[in-house]
């Protein structure tokens, strides 16, 4: 059986290794693995691993919500009053600009 040296010098078993447990003591079998997502906690100084499957999944795995905020389409305005009113400031302040730098540079 071939064996895992971990960064504090203690040796595991391969099969042990990106297993989602931390067999090490010092997370090191778990550190460079593409099977999980690591859980930075600010509570402490160990990491948790869990399944890629529960990464936005709607449960919050994480002890700091980390695994559902990285969804890619969640809106950030919602409210049709809100989105015009971002748009409206968007465009006034563009067109501000445009008229400032056009004074600017006759």
Aim: overall charge negative.
């Amino acid at each position: 059986d071939e064996t895992f040296v971990c960064e504090n010098h203690n040796c595991i078993p391969y099969s042990k290794v990106c297993d989602l447990v931390d067999d090490c003591g010092d997370a090191s079998d778990e550190k460079h693995c593409v099977n999980h997502f690591d859980c930075r906690s600010t509570s402490s100084r160990r990491t948790e691993h869990i399944p890629l499957s529960s990464v936005n999944d709607g449960v919050h795995d994480c002890s700091n919500d980390e695994d559902e905020r990285l969804t890619c389409h969640q809106e950030v305005i919602k409210g049709f009053f809100l989105k015009m009113s971002s748009w409206i400031v968007g465009l006034l302040s563009t067109s501000f600009n445009i008229v400032v730098i056009g004074k600017g540079t006759l």
